[in-house]
């Protein structure tokens, strides 16, 4: 069955960096779109970025690009974002997903339970 | 930027027939699709491609499009339905992700 399990979040203080991973299982991850989601504390969900499968394509939502950067590494069957120069407002559970493309959108078939990204000093 | 619009609560008596809305200028364009998240879960997909049902999803889940609003609707409404609902689509160029604020339903 699909699995995708997030790892890497933790306190990290403004400006501050983090990297996050997402180890897939269950299905053929080069074949598939993957994204990060967040839900700050309390409020609904935000996509950040999305990466096509062979990591040629990735968008950005306005609020973390320039900052983030999303990659993947598909020997590995593993999706990254690292995050530079974070702010308060980037504290947030981050999800992993994997999309699938139905003509020029994507839906979330698959999601991780979540790793929590604390930006405090 | 382009936003999805969804009515932040919804309330329903069990048995009663529950509506979420969700309004967006690309929805005649752009497919959308409904997670429902329980606390402390992650997000599980319950409509896609506007009325398509995810698999393992109860038949009293459904959706319908009509110009740019999108509708789930949820027939009997049951106590374990309680939960946030969120729709999803895509601006114009179908380049950004875009999700609604959420809506709390809560049943009576």
């Known amino acids: 069955q699909v699995q995708l399990v997030e790892s890497g979040g933790g306190l990290v203080r403004p400006g501050g960096s983090l990297r996050l991973s997402c180890a897939a299982s269950?299905?053929?991850?080069?074949?598939?779109?993957m994204s990060w989601i967040r839900q700050a504390p309390g409020k609904g969900l935000e996509w950040v970025s999305y990466?096509?499968?062979?990591?040629?394509?990735?968008y950005y939502a306005d609020s973390v690009k320039g900052r983030f950067t999303i990659s993947r590494d598909n020997a590995k069957n593993s999706l990254y974002l690292q995050m530079n120069s974070l702010r308060a407002e980037d504290t947030a559970v981050y999800y992993c997903?994997?999309?699938?493309?139905?003509?020029?959108?994507?839906?979330?078939?698959?999601w991780g339970r979540g790793t929590l990204v604390t930006v405090s000093s | 930027s382009y936003e999805l619009t969804q009515p932040p609560s919804v309330s329903v008596s069990p048995g009663q027939t529950a509506r979420i809305t969700c309004s967006g200028d690309a929805l005649p364009k752009q497919y959308a699709y409904w997670y429902h998240q329980k606390p402390g879960q992650a997000p599980v997909l319950v409509i896609f491609k506007d009325t398509e049902r995810s698999s393992g999803i109860p038949d009293r889940f459904s959706g319908s499009s009509s110009g740019t609003t999108v509708t789930l609707t949820i027939s009997g409404v049951q106590a374990e339905d309680e939960a946030d609902y969120y729709c999803q689509s895509a601006d114009s160029s179908g380049t950004y992700v875009v999700f609604g604020g959420g809506t709390k339903l809560t049943v009576l």
């Open positions: 269950g299905f053929i991850f080069s074949d598939y779109y």
């Open positions: 990466i096509s499968g062979p990591g040629s394509i990735s």
């Open positions: 997903a994997s999309l699938r493309t139905y003509s020029s959108s994507h839906s979330g078939d698959y």
